[in-house]
């Protein structure tokens, strides 16, 4: 089955680093990735949509300047964080689809981060 | 703005217990509705849904779509503890960008030995 990685699994950084989360699928072309934010105990919120080679779509109220996000290849997505703060703390999940099918998302183990 | 509205919030059963999980949604441009479970990490698929009335069925869950009164439910018959998760509802329609899934709050069930 289409397996998505993300590493590192945790991460955490003092406040005004920045740190870079990266999305792999393992065994199949991604065209189209996601990259979603989740607060404890609740929902997954879209964070940006992005295609290999172009720029990422970003959701309203989403900081383009401060969540970086790359496509270098349609195995590899990446998030940036920059500059973290505590309240960047959270739990972001990417998801991959090999096509035009948004709803055949493969989701990432998540990757837990934690700003000090 | 897209909308998904899952109740209830959480759920606590005991083994063998039947729950049936909820979700309305108002959004433009409706393509399909998918529900996840999600245990400690990222969501698994479970069910994609885009016709009315017409029943999914995995095992002891099954699921089924109204679009007419804009709502799904989640049936988990005879609970097992590993069936305690937290369960999402996204309901995928058309935007500008393309398509784009939205997410329910999610419903957090338990289920108790």
């Known amino acids: 089955g289409a397996v998505v990685s993300q590493h590192p699994s945790r991460v955490i950084c003092k406040s005004g680093t920045s740190v870079k989360i990266e999305c792999r699928s393992l065994?199949?072309?991604?065209?189209?990735m996601f990259w979603y934010r989740q607060f404890p105990k609740q929902s997954l919120m879209l964070m940006a949509t992005s295609n290999e080679g172009s720029k990422a779509t970003y959701e309203q109220g989403v900081e383009k300047d401060k969540f970086l996000i790359n496509h270098a290849s349609l195995t590899l997505s990446t998030l940036t964080v920059t500059s973290a703060h505590p309240e960047d703390s959270s739990f972001y999940i990417c998801?991959?689809?090999?096509?035009?099918?948004?709803?055949?998302?493969?989701f990432g183990p998540g990757t837990r981060l934690t700003v000090t | 703005e897209d909308k998904v509205v899952q109740s209830p919030l959480s759920l606590v059963v005991h083994e063998g217990d039947t729950v049936t999980l909820n979700c309305s949604y108002e959004v433009t441009n409706f393509r399909s509705l998918l529900w996840y479970k999600q245990e400690k990490k990222a969501p698994t698929f479970l069910f994609m849904l885009t016709s009315s009335g017409i029943e999914k069925k995995s095992g002891r869950l099954s699921s089924i779509l109204d679009k007419k009164e804009l709502f799904s439910i989640l049936n988990i018959t005879a609970t097992q503890t590993g069936d305690s998760a937290v369960y999402l509802c996204?309901?995928?329609?058309?935007?500008?960008?393309?398509?784009?899934?939205?997410f329910g709050g999610g419903t957090r069930l338990m289920v108790k030995p």
């Open positions: 065994d199949f072309q991604a065209t189209t």
């Open positions: 996204a309901v995928e329609a058309l935007h500008n960008a393309g398509n784009m899934l939205t």
């Open positions: 998801s991959a689809s090999p096509g035009t099918l948004v709803y055949e998302q493969y």
